[in-house]
Nanobody, 124 residues
Framework: VQLQASGGGLVQAGGSLRLSCAASGRTFEAYAIGWFRQAPGKEREFVATISRSGGSTYYADSVKGRFTISRQNFLNTVYLEMNNLKPEDTAVYYC??????????????????WGQGTLVTVSS
């Protein structure tokens, strides 16, 4: 599967953005999809994951209550709705696909395919 993330941009603190992850291929629903982010000089970190059906989600504590992950399998797309953004949310955001059945992981090493990333900048 090939993934393409989009929707990043510059926003003021307290604002909102919606990221999209569009996938190619007919087996999109065979993958759990995760969002990760990497700030300059820092390790890539987990943000959120959604199960194949969309029925289960998993969030990092730092974004819980502010970010919402969702998916529309008929559109081969996963979304990350980000509200109440903070300067510390500034990073390149990546979506990734995990082919393992029944797993909803927060470990980047579990993900097989990665998109190219989209930059989110939150100004104070």
């Amino acid at each position: 599967v090939q993934l393409q993330a989009s929707g990043g941009g510059l926003v003021q603190a307290g604002g909102s953005l919606r990221l999209s992850c569009a996938a190619s291929g007919r087996t999109f629903e065979a993958y759990a999809i995760g969002w990760f982010r990497q700030a300059p000089g820092k390790e890539r970190e987990f943000v959120a994951t959604i199960s194949r059906s969309g029925g289960s989600t998993y969030y990092a504590d730092s974004v819980k209550g502010r970010f919402t992950i969702s998916r529309q399998n008929f559109l081969n797309t996963v979304y990350l709705e980000m509200n109440n953004l903070k300067p510390e949310d500034t990073a390149v955001y990546y979506c990734a696909a995990d082919s393992a059945p029944l797993r909803i992981s927060n470990n980047k090493d579990d993900f097989d395919y990665w998109g190219q990333g989209t930059l989110v900048t939150v100004s104070s």
